[in-house]
C-alpha cells in the first residue's frame, strides 16, 4: 500500500494532499481470494448427489477367484505349468499348444512366471511372448523379497 505526500501541493491551499490517481488493488485481491477459497470448500458440497439403493449381493454369488496359472523354468531348461493343484511338466514345443488349450477356458486368468536366476534372460523372454501369443494378457514375473 502505498501513499504520494507532498509537502506544498499544486494549485490549491498549503498543507492540502493532492489527489492519487492510482487504484490500489491490494485490497481487491484480498477479496478475490476469501471468495476463491470459499468457492473452493462449499463447490464440492454442493454437486448434486443421486438418491441410489443399491442391491444386495452375497459373496457366494461372486465365487472364489480362481487361482493364478503358473509357469515354471529350471536352469536345465525344463518347463512345467502349475495349473490349480496339478504340476505338470510340458516340454517346450508343446507349451505353446498347452497354454492354449489352457487360455480357450481362461483367458482372463493371471500368469505368474517363475524363473531361476540363473536362467538366460532371453529364454524368460522367448517363455513371456510365447504366454502373450497363446492368449493371456496379464502376464507377471515372480520374485523373492530381499531380506
Do not use: W
Request: hydrophobic share 45%; charged share 20%; proline share 7%.
Amino acid at each position: 500500500m502505498g501513499l504520494n505526500v507532498k509537502a506544498t501541493g499544486g494549485g490549491g491551499e498549503e498543507g492540502e494532499l493532492p489527489t492519487v490517481a492510482e487504484i490500489n488493488i491490494t485490497p481487491m485481491v484480498d477479496v478475490m481470494l476469501v471468495l476463491l477459497i470459499i468457492f473452493m470448500v462449499t463447490a464440492p458440497l454442493m454437486l448434486p448427489q443421486l438418491p441410489i439403493t443399491l442391491p444386495k449381493a452375497s459373496l457366494d454369488e461372486m465365487g472364489k477367484p480362481r487361482d493364478p496359472l503358473i509357469i515354471s523354468i529350471d536352469t536345465s531348461d525344463e518347463y512345467f505349468i502349475n495349473n490349480g493343484p496339478l504340476t505338470q511338466q510340458v516340454p517346450f514345443d508343446q507349451l505353446g499348444e498347452a497354454l492354449r488349450a489352457i487360455s480357450v477356458k481362461q483367458a482372463d486368468n493371471l500368469v505368474y512366471i517363475r524363473s531361476d536366476k540363473g536362467v538366460e534372460y532371453g529364454k524368460v523372454v522367448d517363455l513371456i511372448s510365447l504366454v502373450g501369443a497363446s492368449g493371456f494378457y496379464k502376464v507377471s514375473l515372480m520374485a523373492e523379497a530381499q531380506q
